[in-house]
């Protein structure tokens, strides 16, 4: 497993409010936000939250995403109800950090994630039988699994990943779909130069639809539970994004 960023295990978290738009259903035992513009949506989108679960700018995040992409959005809630708290990141205390590793370890395990998510993809394509394609899209530590989701065995036609919380260049030589990678001033330059590189010399890769966008202005964590969506510049970056 690659290692977490610096950036990643300094940067608090935001409380912000919002009032969502869509409901809480269940696919595959899993509990999932789901929000849809249209019920006969021909594409979906699997959203993997960052390691602070259900927060009000993760989950407006989902519905800006489903109205902008005219996509059924699916947030599973991966961590079943146990994220990590909003005020533990970054820990104070030897035992809050022992704490994070061994959520990292455990419930947040990247690879353990992602085979989760296989089989979820094939729980939700009957209960959408409209959706003709999906992509997956990852926040901070959700942006690992989302990488890992894009290797030869995808289900899945496109991927994105916003501030890469464990970006590590030897995955983008296993990426073989169109793939985002947004990346803000505190992300390791040289790694994300690295990424671009592997990525796109991928013999299966599809090179001209792959981008790379930095944003040097922004923190790590603004698209997701970082945000203080009060701020303007951080709201409007995050709408951007």
């Not at 951080?234 to 951007?240: I, L, V």
Request: overall charge negative; glycine content about 8%; proline content about 7%.
């Amino acid at each position: 497993m690659s290692s977490v960023s610096d950036a990643c295990c300094a940067t608090p978290a935001v409380s912000n409010v919002y009032k969502q738009l869509g409901e809480y259903i269940q696919i595959g035992g899993e509990k999932t936000y789901m929000y849809t513009p249209a019920p006969d949506t021909k594409t979906g989108i699997v959203f993997l939250y960052d390691i602070f679960g259900y927060t009000a700018q993760t989950i407006k995040g989902a519905d800006l995403l489903a109205q902008r992409t005219d996509s059924v959005v699916l947030m599973p809630d991966v961590f079943h109800g146990m994220p990590m708290e909003l005020d533990a990141v970054p820990p104070k205390t030897e035992e809050q950090k022992i704490t994070l590793q061994q959520f990292l370890k455990g419930p947040a395990n990247p690879v353990l994630v992602a085979e989760k998510i296989w089989d979820f993809v094939d729980f939700a394509e009957p209960q959408f039988p409209d959706v003709e394609s999906w992509g997956v899209v990852g926040l901070c530590w959700g942006g690992k699994v989302a990488t890992l989701l894009s290797g030869p065995r995808t289900p899945f036609k496109y991927s994105a990943q916003a501030h890469p919380a464990m970006l590590d260049a030897n995955d983008a030589k296993e990426i073989i779909i169109p793939h985002l990678l947004l990346a803000s001033g505190d992300e390791d330059p040289s790694t994300v130069k690295s990424f671009a590189q592997n990525m796109n010399s991928s013999p299966n890769m599809v090179k001209s639809q792959s981008q790379i966008v930095s944003v040097p202005t922004m923190f790590h964590g603004y698209m997701g539970a970082r945000v203080n969506l009060d701020n303007k510049q951080n709201a409007e970056e995050y709408e951007k994004g």
